[in-house]
């Protein structure tokens, strides 16, 4: 009996030694992260158990205000404290390009999934000298959405004009999505909707009103109003309130007009306050290469409706997915239609006839 008894304490005490050099070995990290609001933390939980196989025991977190714009963004990370932040692809070369002055350049090489990401993502948006500073995990579309048990699939955009959808559609209560939009539809060139000089102010500006007068409602954010969604033919989305509706048993599904969409892109960038720290630069690759892996892109698109970027989420996606979200569909991905950033003339010039529009709502 002492024999076994000794055996069993004997193998307790190397199963606590093994434990305990187990733990001590890996290194400790707090990634402090600025984000949109909420849209990657159902995935931290998951990349902390991914660290920790990499060696790393990994803290997060969510630095407090969200990123609402490029601006609240340059300024929390002018304050310190930041680490990663997601910002927009228009982010990068805003005011003159001083989010640079910020963050650090990428070496692609540490990413293993870099290789699958879309081609077309792959953009001069947030080069500066040669050196790129973003590495672009989602992206989806000011888009068009309807609602399958009220309406079929619109192949147009001009529905939202038309006269028998009064008070049947839902758009984004911002100006330039919008002025965007009017461009697209009316068969002008894509890249006058980024100088507000070039474009047909009177022609836009009467659409723009309708628009705006024929809406239901204006919403803001990153969502609809979810409790008004059932009694509309048509909102205008960027993809998150699709997937929520559909989980309160609505049917709602994203429709691809002939006309096209513009596209927003996001991506994971590192201050350099954190460049600074190996153990951060290391759990910020990490991170970025969990977040690219095919399951993670495909649990994003379920949960906030974004298209992944990662051309292998094809093989776990659905065919209907696959269909919806345009997975590895490069034809899509037009870098003229991704939102580039705008100068203050033109930026300045579409929130003044906007809510000039707004102050004359009847």
């Not at 890996?26 to 998951?46: A, D, T």
């Not at 888009?143 to 004009?161: F, I």
């Not at 892996?293 to 906030?304: D, F, G, H, N």
């Amino acid at each position: 009996m002492k024999r076994i008894y000794h055996i069993k304490v004997t193998f307790l005490i190397i199963t606590i030694f093994f434990i305990q050099k187990n733990t001590f070995a890996l290194k400790k990290v707090e990634l402090n992260i600025m984000q949109w609001e909420g849209y990657l933390s159902s995935q931290f939980s998951g990349f902390i158990t991914y660290a920790r196989s990499k060696g790393y025991d990994v803290s997060i977190k969510v630095v407090k205000p969200s990123i609402v714009g490029h601006e609240n963004t340059v300024q929390r990370i002018s304050e310190g404290g930041v680490d990663i932040i997601t910002p927009s692809s228009y982010f990068f070369k805003s005011s003159e390009g001083n989010l640079f002055k910020f963050i650090e350049p990428i070496d692609e090489k540490r990413l293993k999934n870099y290789a699958n990401i879309l081609k077309k993502l792959k953009g001069n948006y947030a080069t500066l000298s040669n050196r790129n500073y973003g590495i672009p995990f989602t992206t989806g579309s000011y888009g068009l959405a309807y609602n399958t048990e009220k309406v079929p699939e619109p192949t147009s955009w001009k529905v939202l004009w038309d006269p028998s959808n009064k008070n049947k559609y839902s758009i984004y209560k911002h100006a330039f999505q919008n002025f965007f939009l009017i461009n697209l539809i009316y068969g002008k060139k894509i890249s006058d909707a980024f100088i507000f000089d070039k474009i047909d102010i009177k022609f836009s500006k009467e659409k723009a009103k309708q628009l705006i007068n024929n809406a239901n409602y204006l919403w803001s954010g990153y969502s609809n109003d979810l409790n008004k969604m059932d009694n509309l033919n048509y909102v205008t989305t960027w993809g998150y309130d699709v997937i929520q509706a559909n989980k309160k048993k609505m049917k709602w599904k994203i429709a691809h007009p002939i006309e096209g969409e513009y596209l927003w892109l996001d991506s994971l960038s590192i201050t350099k306050e954190a460049a600074n720290n190996s153990n951060k630069v290391n759990a910020f690759y990490l991170f970025c290469d969990y977040i690219l892996s095919p399951e993670v892109q495909v649990k994003l698109m379920r949960e906030i409706g974004s298209t992944p970027v990662n051309i292998k989420a094809k093989q776990i996606a659905t065919k209907e997915e696959i269909k919806s979200f345009r997975i590895g569909d490069e034809s899509y991905f037009k870098t003229e239609k991704i939102f580039d950033s705008l100068d203050k003339r033109t930026e300045k010039g579409y929130n003044y006839v906007w809510d000039q529009i707004l102050s004359e709502k009847k």
